[in-house]
T-cell receptor
Framework: KNEVEQSPQNLTAQEGEFITINCSYS?????LHWLQQHPGGGIVSLFM???GKKKHGRLIATINIQEKHSSLHITASHPRDSAVYIC????????????FGKGTKLTVNP | DTEVTQTPKHLVMGMTNKKSLKCEQH?????MYWYKQKAKKPPELMFV???????INESVPSRFSPECPNSSLLNLHLHALQPEDSALYLC????????????FGQGTRLTVV
């Protein structure tokens, strides 16, 4: 079983829809990262969370440490949001290693 | 400047070639990372440098040789690679390890022929 599980693996939405991507993890963590990767491209860091909730533009990330669960929400989705969204965690020891989920491929159709 | 710059963007090399990938950041970050990413897979950690010293080597074959000449630069020297080494190589940096945000470069798309 992977330490970091994301769902869904693939998600197709219509422009304007509200999107939720989930991440569950099985280890104690010091931080959780949400990352975005466009096809063939590099990775952009969206959020780093250790508790609570963060908002940046149309993106909202929440984390529940007790339940070992995080969600990434996209409001008013747009075709340019189409990308792979990756959840990654750093373990409680403050390790230099990030453990990655397998990613959620989001396609937003116009 | 919040960028991690990787060069080249694309590289095609033969199995007998020697080439180098370069990564540069000017954010004062003291931890730098090399990742390998195959198609439709998450990145896999290869090496971590912390304060210019190699702190993690994830049992990477010796045909990959990292180098950190100073706190802003990270190189990955490639020699005698195999076709299965073809992948996207990503560099990342963070202020320090632990509770700090990681910034990634755009990657170098490597093809070994």
């Amino acid at each position: 079983k992977n330490e970091v599980e994301q769902s869904p693996q693939n998600l197709t939405a219509q422009e304007g829809e509200f999107i939720t991507i989930n991440c569950s993890y099985s280890v104690g963590i010091s931080a959780l990262h949400w990352l975005q990767q466009h096809p063939g491209g590099g990775i952009v860091s969206l959020f780093m969370l250790s508790s609570g909730k963060k908002k940046h533009g149309r993106l909202i990330a929440t984390i529940n440490i007790q339940e070992k669960h995080s969600s990434l929400h996209i409001t008013a989705s747009h075709p340019r949001d189409s990308a792979v969204y990756i959840c990654a965690v750093r373990d409680q020891g403050g390790s230099e290693k990030l453990v990655f989920g397998k990613g959620t491929k989001l396609t937003v159709n116009p | 400047d919040t960028e991690v710059t990787q060069t080249p963007k694309h590289l095609v090399m033969g199995m007998t070639n020697k080439k180098s990938l370069k990564c540069e950041q000017h954010m004062g970050h003291r931890a730098m990372y090399w990742y390998k990413q195959k198609a439709k897979k998450p990145p896999e950690l290869m090496f971590v440098y912390s304060y210019e010293k190699l702190s993690i080597n994830e049992s990477v074959p010796s045909r990959f040789s990292p180098e950190c000449p100073n706190s802003s630069l990270l190189n990955l020297h490639l020699h005698a690679l195999q076709p299965e080494d073809s992948a996207l190589y990503l560099c990342a940096s963070s202020q320090d390890h632990g509770l700090t945000e990681a910034f990634f470069g755009q990657g170098t798309r490597l093809t070994v022929v």
